[in-house]
């Protein structure tokens, strides 16, 4: 069964940085392309950015949404079937509940979507929370 399970959220100082974790059980992670999307109380789904998956001779690149800054850095662990978003320099404004999603779909090709409408498999989402 698919199953898509984040963690590593948690209550940080500005300033501070996180190591959030995306768990893919059921299949190979890396093949398939990924998006992180972040949703804050009473705003909108926003895409922070995506990672395609790797081809036959292709490793996947992340690509962010324009929104995003250089304090967000998408990557994959080959080791443990894991994706991953790093986020530096946290800001207040970053509190927010983090999702990692899929379309599932092997074989893609590169690129990959920061609309979160192109991904129906979902986690349940860690909780980011920045403040003093």
């Known amino acids: 069964q698919v199953q898509l399970v984040e963690s590593g959220g948690g209550l940080v100082n500005p300033g501070g940085s996180l190591r959030l974790t995306c768990a893919g059980s059921?299949?190979?992670?890396?093949?398939?392309?990924f998006g992180w999307f972040r949703q804050a109380p009473g705003k909108a789904r926003e895409a922070v950015g995506c990672i395609d998956g790797d081809g036959r001779s292709y490793r996947g690149v992340p690509m962010y949404s324009a929104s995003a800054e250089s304090r967000f850095t998408i990557s994959k662990d080959y080791t443990d079937n894991t994706l991953h978003l790093q986020i530096d320099f946290l800001k207040p404004e970053d509190t927010a509940r983090y999702f990692c999603a899929t379309d599932l779909v092997l074989n893609a090709g590169p690129g990959c979507a920061i609309d979160p409408r192109k991904y129906d498999r979902w986690g349940q989402g860690t909780q980011v929370t920045v403040a003093s």
């Open positions: 059921g299949f190979h992670l890396p093949y398939y392309r």
